[in-house]
């Protein structure tokens, strides 16, 4: 593109400090390297599977939303006419939906009134921090290495994050205590912890019962509200499923971020957040932290789309609100997947080749991501030449730590491709390590 | 509702401000009252007519854009598939549908690529807020009365807004330039001003030829940019539509906002932004404002609904992008409702009547919207009593002022009721304000 050359330019550095932050160009970087080498195979994006999606199923799916209004509760033709035509009630048209879906999946059992119906899970992190963090010294704490769609939110509203190392065992409760009782000590309020339970973006790592359970204890004792992210958590690969927080909370500390993309259909835009907390005003009124949050989401997309409402709403009318059921083909693909790459990696370093390279992984009991810790600095330059000359994309860990850390760890996503794709995927990247290894020492 | 005693509160006061700000209680307390009298006639929100739609449309839509695909762009199924299925384009994916649009409608030729597809017009304003204004002095120049929507986003980003008083022809380019040199003086740094030059929400008011030139000229002589919000140029009632200001803009000085809500289908919630300016980093690299844009829209909504893409970018398929011409219905309905609207007010308060009361109202040449000017406080109390008493509804335009002014004055929205209501509804506003012109003279 050509630009006229009288137009007088914006200076980057004059527009808000977000845009030239890291954390906000690495989802961009990701995205361009992946266009710029469509024929590599990819473990970068976390893309969802499209088993069977058709196009002509939407159509299915609104004639379910609109059938169920008219039949089972007794809507007249002129009411759904406008309720899919018109602005609609902020907070959402599905929230009773979603709610009898979580009560039959999660056992997360909470008024309808409380689900917040968002443009993805996206919104819902910008409208629970715009909310919970009024003062500047207000810190949220993510365990780390962190999700960017939560610091990139925070970095929008200038809210400062604290990162938590994670353990083997994914978020770890006392170094939550830890970090929040310094961060006291040091004049700042943590306010809140963001945490992905199961099979955590971008580690895999996950949760189990008794650290869930401790880490509800930390945050009661040191007053945080409690962020919770569980897009995989129903992509099972070993054992069973967890509870969430949400589902272990008896305190209202939990807010319960959700996301249909993974479980029903990413281009609807569909998310939700559950904030049953309870609110009071100077006057001693009392509001729901949902109707607050809903003042807020008034000033940033006013409703959510009622047609994207619509199809995620047939979605579940479709199922009887039981999502968890009608993801079994899902949960079964990508539990094949994750096992098909575990063992890939196995057969192409096994113990002494791996122990030569100084190589290791994770090896996580579900979700789409696992970690290989590698013995060169897998950077964005490494990433270029593994796209370029091996045909094949990864994700640097490092754009996921905000305080450094990750420089010689590398994400896999293995969601969105065949077994057959696993298979020559991680045959290429061992080509790949292969030659970083035996590169320069100055290379590691 | 009832609550467990034991679970924490959450105080209000220790909530972001925005939530206390009445910017943004207004537009729920106007929702709060439409809804506790649904047999009230409602002059109050500015909802499009719904015209002929049918729910089965969106299907017909859908099917539209996927044909516009398959056959105009040679696109395959499977492509067409992930292309409704997935994540997209963060800037949207019906950039290039709605840039011809702009085109054939407005005379705006921009290329597709600085057109970024928002949730909404309200996305549009926060993307656009968000990267424009960086540092604590940064001000929003707003012409007053405003739209809650553009005071409502600034309120949650923490951004100064300064309102600058509009005159009977709308947004007052001298006055803007007034505002600017003092809020410079006083060390700020008035950075944007945000106008809607056709038909304005709540006012109106619309800007002159004369009145547009100048106010680009301002903007250059004083290095602001416009923020151009134009949702209800098409429906023009008297004289003829005039240029857009983005249609005027030889330096790209102007951020062009858009709707579809008014056009095409709120329940989309589509809108869109023309950011075509030019940024320029430390390191000489130049982008679009609109690609920045994008790495806030991957923090705020990460995608606008595919779905709602789709119903929209077929409507555009479907009148040959020629959005305007597909209005013809629309725009003879809105002009009839301001007609029908304005001859039953001079019908109700003959002139003799209307000086003895000390009524006045203005006489927009398009729009949903007009003023009256009443000889009574028109706040929420007498709101409350219009609706309960006389049952009808109105907008108090004290809540598009955001420091102080209005307070006699109500907006008439009539964008929505058939002809039958508005003669019926305007023969319950004069009860109502003969009721209060009457009363006790504390009253006024």
Known sequence: MTYATTAPALALDDLHASLTDPVLDAMNF??????????ALSFAPGRPA?????????ARHLRSYTGHLERSLGWSRDRVRTHLFQYGRTNGIIHELIARTLANDEGIHVPPE????????????LLTLRALFARPEDTLLVSSPCYVGITGAARLLDIATHPV???AGGPDPEAFRTAARRLRAAGRRPRALYVVPDFANPSGTSMDLAAREL?????????????ED???????????????????????????????????????RVGYVVADQEVVGRDGRRSLLADELSKIKSMTTVNTSAVGQAVIGGMLVECGCRLREANAGAIAHYAGNLATLLGELERNFPEERRRRLGLSWNEPTGGYFLVVDVPFAADHAALEESARTFGVLWTPMSDFYTDGGGEHRLRLSCSALTADQIVEGVRRLA??????AAGPAGSR
Chains 1, 2 share one sequence.
């Open 215 to 227: 880490l509800l204890r930390v945050a009661a004792e040191e007053d945080l509200l409690v962020l």
């Open 30 to 39: 990701l995205n361009e390297v992946v266009a710029r080498f469509p024929d």
């Open 114 to 125: 409380s689900v917040v119906v968002t443009t993805g899970c996206q919104e819902a992190m």
């Open 230 to 268: 569980d897009p995989y958590g129903f992509f099972v690969r070993a054992g069973s499923a967890r509870p969430t927080l949400k589902a272990l909370d008896r305190e209202r500390r939990v807010l319960h971020l959700g996301s249909f993309a993974k479980t029903a259909l990413p281009g609807a």
């Open 431 to 436: 080509r790949f390590v292969e030659s970083r």
């Open 165 to 167: 190392p994670e353990g």
């Open 50 to 58: 499209e088993g069977a999606f058709e196009v002509e199923d939407l």
